[in-house]
C-alpha cells in the first residue's frame, strides 16, 4: 500500500512540460561584462544553459532573426544594435522554460519591469534590454534551429 506522501492520483500531480527555449544576451550586457550575472539569473531560477555560445551577428544575420519586426519603425536601429557587438547565444531548459524565462527576464522596458528581473536590473533602454527570451513553442522551435544543431544540444 502506498504511504500519504504518494498516495495522489496521476489526474492531481502536477505536470509541467519540460520545455527549451532561445535565449540571446544582446551587445549592452556582453560589453559590460554581464554574460556571468544573467546567467546565473537562469540557473538560479532552475533553468539549465544546455547550448551556448559567443557570436558576431552581421546585419542580415540579425535582420533575418527579427524578420517578424520588418514593418516596426525600429527594425533598422534594432538591428543595428544587434550586430554591432558580439552576442551570446543559448538554450534554456526546464519546467515550463518559455514563461520561465521571461519571468526571469522581466518586461520588454526596463521602466515596467518587475524588481530583481534581468531587465530591471541590467537594461539601459526598451531598446538595449540586454536580453531576449522566445515568446511561444513554435518561435522557441525555430529560434533555437536558427543558431543551433541539434548535436549541439547537450541537456
Ligand atoms: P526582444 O525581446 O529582443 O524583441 C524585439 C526587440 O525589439 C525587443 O526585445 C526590443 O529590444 C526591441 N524593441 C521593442 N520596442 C522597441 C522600441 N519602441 N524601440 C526600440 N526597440 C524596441
Redesign the pocket.
Known amino acids: 500500500m502506498l504511504g500519504d506522501a504518494q498516495s495522489f492520483t496521476l489526474q492531481e500531480a502536477p505536470i509541467m512540460a519540460v520545455e527549451r527555449t532561445l535565449s ?1 544576451i ?1 551587445p549592452d550586457a556582453t560589453k559590460r561584462n554581464l554574460t556571468g550575472k544573467i546567467n546565473a539569473k537562469f540557473e538560479d531560477a532552475g533553468l539549465r544553459i544546455v547550448a551556448q555560445k559567443r557570436i558576431q551577428l552581421t546585419m542580415a544575420q540579425a535582420g533575418q532573426f ?1 524578420i517578424v ?1 520588418k514593418d ?3 527594425y533598422g ?2 538591428c543595428e544594435f544587434m550586430a554591432s557587438k558580439p552576442v551570446v547565444v543559448q538554450v534554456l531548459e526546464g519546467e515550463g522554460a518559455i514563461l520561465k524565462n521571461r519571468e526571469v527576464m522581466g518586461a ?2 526596463p521602466a515596467d519591469a518587475a524588481p530583481g528581473t534581468i531587465r530591471a536590473e541590467f537594461a539601459e ?5 540586454s ?3 522566445s515568446d511561444a513553442p513554435e518561435t522557441a522551435a525555430e529560434e533555437i534551429a536558427y543558431f543551433f544543431s541539434g548535436l549541439e544540444l547537450v541537456g
Open positions: 540571446i544582446k527579427y519586426h516596426r519603425p525600429f536601429e534594432l520588454t522596458n533602454s526598451v531598446g538595449e534590454n536580453v531576449h527570451g
